[in-house]
């Protein structure tokens, strides 16, 4: 679900010290 998304990307955000920004466009392509 989009809420699952969201929580793994703040999770992958904390781990990686990527914006969550970041990980979108990455997440995009």
């Known amino acids: ?3 699952d ?3 793994g ?3 992958v955000s904390k781990i990686s010290g ?3 920004e970041e ?3 990455l997440l995009i392509h």
């Open 18 to 20: 990527l914006s969550e």
């Open 1 to 3: 679900t989009a809420l």
């Open 9 to 11: 990307i703040g999770m």
């Open 23 to 25: 990980i979108r466009k």
């Open 5 to 7: 998304e969201g929580m």
